[in-house]
């Protein structure tokens, strides 16, 4: 079955404070794994996709990582405003355009 | 550019009652989505219609119905509610049938059931 974990559930950083997050996935043939931005009250805002084992994307204070079995989006000194719930999602190669979405990881950054 | 637009916001029903939701993508995209999350989940795929034939359904009852018009634009449709259809739904589309290209998402729809 398809499925994504994502660690931790909730994180709390001081302004300035480096750390990432996790997100491992097991797919029946990975066509990309995508990372959300959502805030309060809104829709998911997309980051990032990745493709394939080995590729980095970079924009602004985060950075996403992709291997074979998991993902990791780097935070580098965030500020208070990175502040949000961070969501991942794996689409398998299949005849659909489902994702697949973790429970997400709460980051709070206090300034 | 506008981007994916869902209406209307909130809606309050109660139990027993049907639900209409609408969407409307960004220009260009031909591909629908829609999502329920659920508090502190993560969403979960409902449908997706591309070029207005449905092209995948999620593991929700017969309840559950959506069409797309020749627009693109996109309704879903809730009969019969009960207290666990309370969630925020969202809407998505992308360029493509969804083959590796992102989605991008409205602000979605509360709906509360009493």
């Known amino acids: 079955e398809d499925q994504v974990t994502q660690s931790p559930e909730a994180l709390r950083l001081q302004e300035g404070e480096s750390s990432s997050l996790n997100c491992s996935y097991t797919?029946?043939?990975?066509?990309?794994l995508f990372w959300y931005r959502q805030d309060p009250g809104k829709g998911p805002e997309f980051l990032f996709t990745l493709y394939s084992a080995g590729e980095e994307k970079e924009k602004e204070r985060l950075k996403a990582t992709l291997t074979k079995k998991e993902s990791f989006l780097h935070i580098t000194a965030p500020k208070p405003e990175d502040s949000a719930t961070y969501l991942c999602a794996v689409q398998a190669n299949s005849n659909t355009g489902k994702l697949i979405f973790g429970q997400g990881t709460t980051l709070q950054v206090k300034p | 550019d506008a981007g994916v637009t869902q209406s209307p916001t909130h809606l309050i029903k109660t139990r027993g009652q049907q639900v209409t939701l609408r969407c409307s993508p960004i220009s260009g995209h031909k591909s629908v989505s829609w999502y329920q999350q659920v508090l502190g989940q993560g969403p979960q795929f409902i449908f997706q219609y591309y070029e207005k034939e449905e092209r995948g359904r999620g593991n929700f009852p017969d309840r559950f119905s959506a069409r797309q018009f020749p627009n693109y634009s996109s309704e879903l449709n809730v009969n019969a509610l009960l207290l666990g259809d309370s969630a925020l739904y969202l809407c998505?589309?992308?360029?493509?049938?969804?083959?590796?290209?992102?989605?991008?998402f409205g602000d979605g729809t509360r709906l509360s059931i009493l």
């Open positions: 998505a589309s992308s360029g493509d049938r969804g083959r590796g290209q992102p989605q991008h």
């Open positions: 797919v029946s043939g990975l066509r990309g």
